[in-house]
């Protein structure tokens, strides 16, 4: 028996079968073999009338947008596949985004108190070598998804949603004036929010191979030494079997949580999630000082998250709009969708009513909902940069000592340089000094690592970046028209206001600091 099948086997709800069941489907991601369902088809026949505004498919982050939406007076149908239920395990986010719940009225104050489970200050970043660097309010607030889901839930029945529980996503017949969904719901559109594995996204990429994977395991756990602080970004080891290991830490409201997690492209021959376990179950006493045998598990948590280069994802078809993992509309180094959801909650709320009020529901129109947005696309790089090939040669110390160098160089130009970063928020500005300092201060560290992640990878890296001051020009000055987009027509105030947004979260110009 090994580590992973002696600490997982006693946990109730076949923790272990659900691990391998994940590493089948893992596996045929790997090898190109994951089945390709047709289940959104076309039709030239017109509905003429539809029974909704929107219907929503995919509950658990679904029910987000979709409060949002009821709240705006649009007619909205949420259909979840089980029970509509948040997991037991809390979600991490900074407690500055979590404003926006009050700011569209899902929530007040007291409820979004309520929904917070934990708060923990400081964190840790820190890596093999390096100094230690301690951040406060970054990612520290643990929600509770069971309370806000069911809040949620109950504020969207009570402003005239409809949610259908047990009736899982089946297919979609796209007419010229709208979608038939499991050949019985009608709507003006479909949002899909079913995840990285939804058949509409499956369909929509023709079974591509993602082009990175992180693979998570974690435990939350009582029998930890005492300890009110967090690990963001960790790392104790160096670089062993390809991989580059990471940790992540932090209280919980029945214990201590904590990740091993890792970046990697999508090769058959990489480690599996089981075999991440074992690592992990290897790793612990020398992370957090403690035997596992004084370890009372609570809870496993493992996934995987694939990333493409082409996202946010453009579907083909009209009436179709892809949102939170469905879109891929999160960075390569972050797994799980909440914060990115939360993120651009407002934008796609408010970027909805505005599509629906217009009739702009073409393909080309909802992909302006989902646009290119090189603060996103830039962190392709720091990704190769903390992975490697998995036949390439590198010394075993060099991802640790140039992550420790360039977030050395962060900290010393202070907060807004490093605290947006590490909430994936990447700024033209902030990066162009941690460049600029990085190559100066340590130029040996940057010439090694660009047959790390390739010169093409880098050059194309180059063209992302000069877009991301672009756009963040672009954002500089849009107060200047903003207001004369108002006189424009309805349907090419919708163009005008998309760009404005893509500017906007393509610069990474929604973040304050001061929030």
């Not at 395990?89 to 489970?117: C, K, M, T």
């Not at 209280?251 to 074992?278: C, I, S, V, W």
């Amino acid at each position: 028996m090994n580590l992973t099948e002696k600490y997982l086997s006693p946990l109730p709800g076949d923790v272990l079968g659900n691990l391998r069941r994940a590493d089948g489907i893992l596996e045929s991601l790997r090898t190109g073999t994951t089945p390709i369902t047709t289940v959104v088809n076309e039709t030239s026949e017109p509905l003429n009338t539809v029974d909704w505004d929107v219907v929503i498919c995919g509950g658990t982050l679904g029910i987000l947008i979709g409060a949002a939406l009821v709240q705006k007076g649009i007619k909205v149908a949420l259909l979840e596949r089980g029970i509509l239920r948040g997991r037991d395990q809390e979600w991490n986010i900074s407690r500055h985004e979590l404003q926006v719940f009050l700011e569209l009225n899902l929530l007040n104050q007291d409820e979004l108190e309520n929904a917070i489970a934990s708060e923990y200050n400081p964190a840790r970043v820190g890596f093999t070598g390096g100094t230690d660097i301690w951040v406060r309010d970054v990612l520290n607030v643990g929600v509770n998804p069971v309370y806000l889901l069911e809040t949620l839930k109950q504020k969207f029945l009570a402003a005239g949603g409809m949610l259908f529980e047990t009736t899982p996503f089946i297919s979609a017949t796209v007419h010229p004036d709208g979608v038939t969904v499991n050949s019985k719901f009608t709507a003006k559109l479909l949002i899909d929010a079913m995840g990285h594995f939804s058949a509409i996204t499956q369909q929509a990429r023709q079974g591509k191979k993602p082009d990175a994977l992180c693979l998570v395991v974690g435990t939350c756990a009582e029998g930890f030494p005492e300890n009110s602080t967090g690990d963001l970004l960790l790392s104790f080891t160096n670089s062993e079997k390809q991989c580059q290991y990471f940790w992540e830490a932090f209280p919980a409201k029945d214990g201590r949580t904590t990740y091993m997690f890792t970046y990697m492209d999508a090769h058959p021959q990489r480690l599996n999630l089981e075999d991440m376990f074992a690592e992990y179950f290897r790793l612990m006493p020398e992370y957090q000082g403690v035997e596992l045998s004084q370890l009372d598990i609570k809870r496993a948590l493992f996934g995987f998250f694939p990333s493409y280069r082409q996202s946010p994802l453009q579907t083909p078809w009209d009436f179709i709009l892809p949102v939170g993992d469905s879109s891929g509309n999160q960075s390569p180094l972050s797994f799980g969708g909440f914060g990115a959801m939360v993120r651009h909650l407002q934008r796609l709320t408010v970027g909805i009513e505005e599509a629906l009020q217009s009739q702009q529901l073409s393909t080309t129109a909802l992909g302006l909902l989902q646009p290119y947005q090189p603060s996103l696309t830039v962190t392709w790089l720091f990704q190769k940069a903390m992975s490697m090939g998995v036949n390439q040669k590198i010394s075993p110390e060099q991802i640790n000592n140039l992550l420790s160098a360039v977030f050395v160089e962060m900290q010393k130009l202070g907060e807004p340089v490093l605290k947006p970063f590490l909430q994936d928020v990447i700024q033209f500005l902030a990066l162009a000094k941690t460049l600029f300092l990085t190559g100066l201060l340590h130029p040996l560290l940057i010439i090694k690592i660009i047959p790390q992640v390739g010169l093409l990878t880098l050059l194309d890296w180059i063209r992302h970046y000069l877009n991301l001051g672009i756009y963040s020009l672009l954002f500089w000055i849009s107060p200047i028209f903003k207001p004369l987009i108002k006189h424009l027509p309805v349907a090419t105030q919708y163009y005008w206001y998309r760009y404005v947004d893509a500017w906007k979260y393509g610069s990474g110009g929604d973040y304050n600091l001061n929030n």
